[in-house]
């Protein structure tokens, strides 16, 4: 069993559309988070969560909108997607504060 | 504010040859993570350190934390062409424990 599964993989859409990339972890873990790694392999972190609850919402768009329905779930939305928006987009998850994050396989999103 | 600093960016080295990458943070971590991207994969965990002056080696790796836990290197003795891939720093910084920031990542290549 995966870990920690992400879909989709690949994401190809027009500017302007709206999209969702889903987030599910099996650990039992509290914490889960979405990172944006560009072209340049950045990864930087966007949101975290905390059993269901908003922790951390860095400097993101507000067309960007995370769902948490339960916490083995994370989900990214992301309205009028914008070209700049093509990036693998990576959830993780782990159990507490100071231990290791699992990393979902990554969906990449190109907006053409 | 807060941020992780990682050096070199790139490093190319023929097998055989050492390979070192630096973490530095403007501030003390409670602990630090590393964490290997292989190309076209998703960042797996390697290694936490804690203590200051921790020294913690897995076969030809030596990860090192800094007795002032601001800075940790990850040493790799004899590179292999597997050891193809981006290593990250990561640590916990401002906003919470919850918060994993992630250096920019040293990416290496292995010449045969």
């Known amino acids: 069993d995966t870990a920690v599964s992400q879909t989709p993989k690949y994401l190809v859409t027009q500017m302007g559309n709206d999209k969702s990339i889903k987030c599910e972890q099996n650990l039992g873990h509290d914490t889960m988070y979405w990172y944006k790694q560009d072209s340049k392999k950045f990864l930087k972190i966007m949101f975290s969560?905390?059993?269901?609850?908003?922790?951390i919402n860095e400097t993101v768009p507000n067309r960007f909108s995370p769902k948490s329905p339960d916490k083995a779930h994370l989900n990214l939305h992301i309205n009028s997607l914008e070209l700049g928006d093509s990036a693998v987009y990576f959830c993780?998850?782990?159990?507490?504060?100071?231990?290791?994050?699992?990393f979902g396989q990554g969906t990449r999103l190109t907006v053409v | 504010g807060q941020q992780v600093m990682q050096i070199p960016q790139y490093q190319h080295v023929q097998e055989g040859e050492d390979f070192t990458t630096y973490c530095n943070s403007s501030t003390t971590l409670s602990n630090i993570q590393w964490y290997k991207q292989r190309p076209g994969g998703h960042p797996v965990f390697l290694i936490q350190?804690?203590?200051?002056?921790e020294v913690k080696k897995q076969k030809r790796l030596t990860f090192q934390f800094g007795e002032a836990k601001k800075n940790s290197s990850l040493h790799i003795t004899a590179t292999q062409t597997t050891d193809v891939g981006t290593y990250f720093c990561a640590g916990p910084l401002q906003g919470g424990s919850e918060k994993l920031v992630f250096g920019k990542g040293t990416k290496l290549t292995v010449n045969p």
């Open positions: 350190l804690v203590k200051s002056g």
């Open positions: 969560y905390n059993n269901k609850e908003l922790i």
């Open positions: 993780a998850s782990r159990r507490t504060e100071n231990t290791e994050a699992f």
